[in-house]
C-alpha cells in the first residue's frame, strides 16, 4: 500500500486546484482535497490499527545512485501525527478565514503545509526530511508575511532569521551522521542501527547541533524569541498550523533524534533541566502578556516543554506520552488559536484589555476557548490528560520525582487562562462592540476539534493500541 | 460493573439538555428530575441488594501495563452514593422554581447533571485513575456553576479564583497518582491503604491531603468557598451538602488509617481545626445570609478533618451524613428567603420567610439541628466529635467551637425574626413556588429522621458501637442554650453589639486569607515581570548578532565599491601575504 504517497498526492491536486480554480471556488475545492486527505489517512489509520503492523515502509525511487528514495514509514509516531496534521488542517481550512481574504494564496498553503507536514512525519530518511522540513519553514513564513496582519513583515524577518539558523545546524547535522555513519545512507533505520560507531565526539557535536535547531523550532527556552511574535502575527490559519503542527516538527526531530544517536541518551538529565526550565519560563511569561494569541503562544511553548520531558524520559511511556502529547497539545493549541482569531475577526481585537464580554455575542467561540483551556490544562477526558499521565509516569519512572516539577507549570497556565477567561469572555457588564458579525465558517470545525479532543481523550487505545 | 449504570441516568439528561431545541427547553428541568429520581432509584437498589465488591474496567493499555477503571460497592461507598443521589432530586426539583428565567434552565441542568454525575461516579470510584477524572469534573463543573450568572462580575471572579485554586489539588493528585502507580504498579485504593509506610507513598500522601485541603476549602485554600456564594443558590446547597467539598473529606475518611500510620493526621487536625476557627469567627460577625452558611460550612469541614485527625471513624462519617441534610436544608431556605424577599442578601434587611411559614419552620429546624439540639441529628455529629476528643484542649476547642456555633446560626434566623416583628420592609412577598418549598419540607423530616442513623451506622460500616454516655448531652445542651440564649438576648431582644476595630479584623479573618493571597499573587506576578524582562533581554542578545552582521556586511560593502585600483592593491596586498606565509612556513 502507498497511503502516504497518495495522501500527498491528493493535497497538491488540492493545490493546484485551488491556485486554477475560480476564487469563489478556493474554499470548497481546498476543504474537499482536505477531507479526502483526512479520509485516506483513517483508512490508512483502519489499515494499521486492524493489522497491527508496526513499522511498515512504504518506497518510491527518487535519486537512485545516492540511495535517496521517497521512503516513508507507517508507525507508531507517523500515524498518530498524520491524523493530527489532517485534523488541523481541515479545520483551519474550514474556520481559519471566514471572509476568504487572499483565499487563494491562504488554501493553497495550508494544504502544502499540511501536506509538507504529513511527509516529514513519515519520512523514512533524513534527506526526505530536511526538503519537507524546509518547504514547511517556508509556507508558515508566507503565513506570517503575505497574510498576517499588525508587524508582521517584522516578526516574520525575526521566524526566518531562526528558522535559517535551524535549517543550517540541521542541514550541518544531517551531513555529519551521512559521513560518519559507517554505511552511508539518510535512511532513519540503518542510521538507528548503525549510529553506535559514530565517534563519540563526532556524536556530541551533531546531538548538539541538531538539539539547537529542533530547540528552535520547538520552541524550547531560550530560542524560543521568535515565537511570540511569529504566532501572534500570522494569520488564524497560520497560528494554527505553527503552533499545531511546526512545533511538532521540532519535538519529532528531537525524538528521532534520541532515537537514532545513542549518546543522547547521556544527556536526558540535561535536556530534563531545559524542560523544567522552559515549562516554567514559559508559564511565567504567559501572564504577562495581553495578547491573547502570545498567551497562548506561551501555553504552547509549555506544553511544548511537557513534550519535552517526554522524550528525556524515553521510555515507552515517556514516547508513547510525547506523541500523545503532539497529537493533543497540537489539536488544542489549534483550537485555542481558531477562537482567538475568530474572536479577533468579530471583534477587531485579541487583547485582553480591550475586550469584554465575548460570550454575549460570540458563544461558540467563548465556549470553544474554554474547552481549549480545558484540554490545555489536561482535564480527564480531554486527551492532554492522557498525554500528561503518559509522559509523566515516564518521567517518573526516570527521573524519578525531579521529572514530575514540569507538570506543575500548569497551575500557572490554568492561572492565567481561567483569568483571561474571567477577564474577556465572560463579566458581560460592558461588552465590546462588535465589528463584524459571525459568520460561523469555524462552529464545523470547532466541532470537530472539540470532537477529536474528547475522542482520543475516552478512547486512547485508538493510539496507543497501535505500537 | 452494575455501579456505573448509576451514572446513566444523570449523564443522559446532561446531553438531552445540550442538544435539546430551544423551543422544548422546559423540558430540560423535568427530563432532569426524572433523571435524578431515577438515580435515586438506583442507587436505593445498590444501596440494599449490591454485596461488598469491586470491579476493574480495562480502559487501555501501555507497555503491557493496564489502566483501569475501579469502581466499587463498598459499604462506605455505598452510603455516599446514597446521600448524593437523595439529595439531587431535591436540588433538581428546588431549582424548577428557583429559576424565573426559563431560558436558564437549559445550561443550569445541563451543567448541575454533569456535577451530580462528577460525584455519583467519585463515590464509587475505588482507584485513583477514577477518581482524578470524578476529582477534576466535580473541579470544572462547579467552576462552570459558581459563574453560572456570569454577567455578574462577582459571580465571574469567583469562579475563577475557585478553579485557580482547584487546579493546584487537581495537578498535585495528578503527581500523587503517577509516584503511587510507578510505586506499586497499581491505583487501587484497596492495596494502597494496605501498604507499608515508606518515603514515596508519604510523599504522595502529602500531595493527597494538599489536594483534599483545596478541594475541601482547607486553610490556606479556604478562600474561595464564602465567595462561591455568588452561585445560585440550588448549587450553593449542592456544592455544600453532598458534593465537592464532601468529596475531599470522604477521601481522608478513606485513607484514614493509612494517613494514621504515615504520620500525616496530625497535619490533618491542625488544618480542620484552624480551618473551623475560621469558619466559626466568620460566622459569628457576617451579614450576608448565604456567606454565615458558608463560613459554617469551613467550620463544618474543618470539624469532619478534626475527627479524621482524632482518627475518629464514626465522627467523621455521622458528621459528615448529618451535615449533608442540615446544610443542605438550611441553603434552600437561605434561597427561599432571598426570593421571598426580592434577592435581599443583608441578613438587617431580610424579613424572616416573606411570610411562608414552612420555610421559616423548616428553617428552624435547620437552625436548630446544626445548633446540636437534642433530638436532631445535628446533635449526633456534635456527640461523636465531642466524645472522641482526646486530650482537654481538643475538648476545649470543640466546647468552643459548639459555643460560637449556637450563637452565629441562633443570629442567623434572630435577626430577620426581628425585622420581620418590626416591619421593616414593607414589600409584599412573593408567593412561594411548590417546587421550593417541598424539598424544604423533605428535607427537614430527613433531618429529624437521620438521628436515627446513630443505631444503623456503626453496625453497617462495620465499627464498633460509640457511646456518647450522659455527661456530654447535658454539657451539648449547656452550650446550646448558652450560645443559643447569648444570641437572643443580642439580636432578638435587640442589645446589639457592634464589633469593629482590630477585633473585627481578627473576627474577619477571611480577609486576612485573601489578603495573603493578594500578597501571593502579586509575588508571582513580580517574578513574572524578571521573566518578562529577561525574555526581552533574550530577544536582544539574538539581535545582537542580527546588528553585528549588519555592521560587517556594511564594512565589507566597501571593499566590492568597483574601483579597480582599490582591487589592484587588494591583489597585491593578498601576494605578499601569500608569500610571506610561504616563505615563513615551508
Known amino acids: ?467 | 460493573m452494575f455501579e456505573l449504570i448509576v451514572l446513566a441516568p444523570t449523564l443522559i439528561a446532561a446531553l438531552f439538555c445540550i442538544v435539546v431545541v430551544d423551543k422544548k427547553v422546559r423540558l430540560t428541568g423535568y427530563v432532569s428530575i426524572l433523571a435524578s429520581l431515577l438515580t435515586f432509584a438506583i442507587a436505593v437498589y445498590l444501596f440494599f441488594y449490591m454485596p461488598s465488591s469491586s470491579t476493574n474496567i480495562s480502559w487501555f493499555s501501555v507497555a503491557g501495563h493496564l489502566f483501569s477503571i475501579s469502581i466499587t460497592s463498598d459499604h462506605i461507598n455505598m452510603m455516599l452514593l446514597m446521600l448524593v443521589a437523595f439529595i439531587s432530586p431535591l436540588i433538581m426539583i428546588y431549582s424548577m422554581g428557583f429559576f424565573d428565567d426559563i431560558k436558564e434552565h437549559r445550561r443550569f441542568y445541563a451543567e448541575m447533571n454533569l456535577f451530580a454525575a462528577s460525584m455519583l461516579f467519585f463515590a464509587i470510584s475505588a482507584n485513583f485513575i477514577a477518581l482524578i477524572i470524578a476529582w477534576e469534573g466535580l473541579g470544572i463543573t462547579s467552576y462552570l456553576l459558581i459563574g453560572f450568572w456570569y454577567h455578574k462580575k462577582d459571580a465571574a471572579t469567583a469562579a475563577r479564583e475557585s478553579i485557580s485554586i482547584i487546579i493546584i489539588g487537581d495537578v498535585a493528585m495528578l503527581a500523587a497518582l503517577i509516584m503511587l502507580l510507578n510505586a506499586y504498579g497499581t491505583t487501587s485504593f484497596a492495596y494502597i491503604s494496605a501498604q507499608p509506610a515508606g518515603y514515596q507513598i508519604y510523599l504522595a500522601f502529602a500531595l493527597v491531603v494538599l489536594a483534599i485541603f483545596t478541594k475541601s476549602a482547607q486553610f490556606p485554600f479556604s478562600g474561595w468557598l464564602p465567595k462561591a456564594m455568588e452561585g445560585p443558590t440550588p448549587v450553593s446547597a449542592f456544592l455544600h451538602s453532598s458534593t465537592m467539598v464532601k468529596a475531599g473529606v470522604f477521601l481522608a475518611i478513606i485513607f484514614m488509617p493509612l494517613l494514621f500510620r504515615l504520620g500525616l493526621l496530625p497535619l490533618v487536625f491542625v488544618i480542620g481545626a484552624v480551618t473551623a476557627a475560621i469558619g466559626v469567627l466568620n460566622a459569628m460577625s457576617g451579614s450576608h445570609i448565604k456567606r454565615i452558611l458558608a463560613y459554617s460550612t469551613l467550620e463544618d469541614l474543618g470539624l469532619m478533618l478534626v475527627a479524621v485527625g482524632l482518627n475518629s471513624v464514626i465522627a467523621a462519617v455521622l458528621l459528615f451524613i448529618t451535615q449533608t441534610f442540615y446544610k443542605a436544608l438550611l441553603f434552600l431556605d437561605a434561597g427561599s428567603i432571598m426570593k421571598a424577599n426580592n434577592e435581599e442578601s443583608n441578613i438587617f434587611k431580610l424579613r424572616e420567610s416573606g411570610g411562608n411559614k414552612l420555610v421559616f419552620w423548616t428553617a428552624v429546624i435547620g437552625v436548630l439541628s446544626i445548633a446540636g439540639v437534642f433530638p436532631l441529628s445535628g446533635f449526633l455529629g456534635k456527640m461523636g466529635l465531642e466524645v472522641s476528643a482526646t486530650n482537654i484542649y481538643t475538648y476545649i476547642f470543640l466546647v468552643l467551637v459548639e459555643l460560637g456555633t449556637s450563637f452565629y446560626i441562633f443570629r442567623w434566623i434572630f435577626i430577620p425574626m426581628r425585622n420581620s416583628e418590626r416591619g421593616k420592609i414593607a414589600e409584599s412577598p412573593s408567593n412561594m413556588p411548590a417546587s421550593m418549598v417541598v424539598p424544604q419540607v423533605v428535607l427537614a423530616f430527613a433531618v429529624v429522621a437521620a438521628t436515627a442513623l446513630y443505631f444503623f451506622v456503626p453496625g453497617y460500616l462495620g465499627i464498633s458501637n460509640v457511646s456518647f454516655g450522659y455527661i456530654a448531652p447535658v454539657v451539648e445542651t449547656v452550650l446550646v442554650i448558652t450560645g443559643g440564649g447569648t444570641a437572643y438576648y443580642l439580636y432578638k431582644k435587640g442589645h446589639k453589639v457592634r464589633i469593629n476595630g482590630g477585633l473585627f479584623t481578627v473576627v474577619h479573618s477571611i480577609d486576612l486569607i485573601n489578603a495573603f493571597y493578594i500578597l501571593l499573587s502579586k509575588f508571582v506576578l513580580l517574578v513574572s515581570k524578571v521573566a518578562e524582562l529577561f525574555d526581552y533581554l533574550i530577544y536582544i542578545i539574538f539581535a545582537l548578532f542580527g546588528f553585528v552582521t549588519v555592521f560587517l556586511g556594511r564594512k565589507m560593502r566597501n571593499i566590492v565599491s568597483g574601483n579597480l585600483n582599490l582591487y589592484t592593491a587588494w591583489i597585491v596586498i593578498g601576494m605578499v601575504i601569500l608569500i610571506i606565509a610561504m616563505v615563513f612556513v615551508l
Open chain 1, 1 to 467: 500500500m502507498i497511503f502516504f504517497p497518495a495522501i500527498i498526492l491528493v493535497l497538491f491536486l488540492g493545490i493546484l486546484s485551488v491556485l486554477l480554480l475560480d476564487k469563489r471556488f478556493s474554499r470548497p475545492a481546498a476543504t474537499l482535497f482536505s477531507a479526502i486527505a483526512l479520509a485516506i489517512i483513517i483508512i490508512m489509520f483502519v489499515y494499521y490499527l486492524s493489522g497491527r503492523t508496526a513499522n511498515y515502509s512504504e518506497t518510491v525511487q527518487y535519486i537512485s545512485a545516492f540511495g535517496i528514495s521517497l521512503q516513508f514509514f507507517a508507525n507508531g509516531f507517523s500515524v498518530p501525527l498524520s491524523l493530527l496534521a489532517g485534523i488541523v488542517g481541515l479545520a483551519a481550512i474550514i474556520g481559519g478565514n471566514p471572509l476568504q481574504e487572499k483565499g487563494k494564496v491562504a488554501n493553497s498553503l495550508v494544504l502544502l503545509f499540511e501536506a509538507t507536514a504529513i511527509g516529514l512525519f513519515a519520512s523514512g530518511n533524513l534527506f526526505l526530511f530536511f526538503i519537507f522540513w524546509d518547504i514547511g519553514v517556508i509556507a508558515a513564513f508566507f503565513m506570517i508575511s503575505y497574510l498576517g496582519d499588525g508587524n508582521h513583515l517584522n516578526s516574520a524577518k525575526i521566524y526566518l532569521l531562526y528558522s535559517l539558523l535551524a535549517s543550517a545546524l540541521l542541514l550541518f547535522g544531517i551531513l555529519m551522521i551521512y559521513f560518519y555513519t559507517p554505511i552511508r545512507s539518510f535512511s532513519i533505520s540503518i542510521i538507528e542501527a548503525n549510529a553506535q560507531m559514530i565517534p563519540l565526539g563526532v556524536q556530541e557535536v551533531i546531538f548538539v547541533s541538531l538539539l539547537i535547531a529542533f530547540m528552535i523550532k520547538m520552541p524550547v527556552f531560550p530560542f524560543h524569541s521568535w515565537m511570540q511574535s511569529a504566532y501572534s502575527d500570522a494569520s488564524t490559519q497560520g497560528s494554527m498550523l505553527i503552533a499545531g503542527l511546526l512545533s511538532k516538527f521540532g519535538a519529532y526531530g528531537i525524538l528521532l533524534l534520541f532515537l537514532m544517536l545513542p549518546v543522547a541518551r547521556t544527556y536526558a538529565p540535561y535536556i530534563l533541566i531545559i524542560a523544567i526550565a522552559s515549562a516554567f519560563y514559559a508559564a511565567l511569561n504567559g501572564i504577562r502578556k495581553d495578547d491573547l494569541k502570545r498567551m497562548a503562544a506561551f501555553t504552547s511553548m509549555a506544553e511544548s516543554a511537557v513534550i519535552l520531558t517526554g522524550i528525556a524520559a524515553f521510555s515507552i511511556f515517556g514516547l508513547d506520552g510525547a506523541v500523545y502529547g503532539m497529537l493533543a497539545f497540537g489539536l488544542g493549541i489549534a483550537l485555542l488559536f481558531l477562537s482567538i482569531g475568530s474572536i479577533e475577526f468579530m471583534f477587531g481585537s485579541k487583547h485582553m484589555s480591550i475586550l469584554n464580554g465575548v460570550v454575549k455575542e460570540a458563544a461558540s467561540s467563548a465556549y470553544s476557548f474554554l474547552f481549549g483551556v480545558f484540554a490545555a490544562t489536561g482535564v480527564p477526558i480531554t486527551a492532554a490528560f492522557i498525554a500528561d499521565l503518559l509522559i509523566f509516569i515516564g518521567a517518573d519512572k526516570s527521573f524519578g520525582v525531579l521529572g514530575l516539577i514540569p507538570l506543575f507549570s500548569i497551575i500557572i497556565v490554568g492561572a492565567y487562562l481561567y483569568y483571561a477567561i474571567n477577564k474577556s469572555f465572560f463579566d458581560t457588564e460592558s461588552s465590546v462592540e462588535i465589528v463584524r458579525y459571525e459568520t460561523g465558517h469555524w462552529n464545523p470545525s470547532y466541532a470537530l476539534l472539540i470532537f477529536s479532543i474528547l475522542a482520543l481523550g475516552i478512547v486512547p487505545s485508538l493510539i496507543l493500541g497501535f505500537r
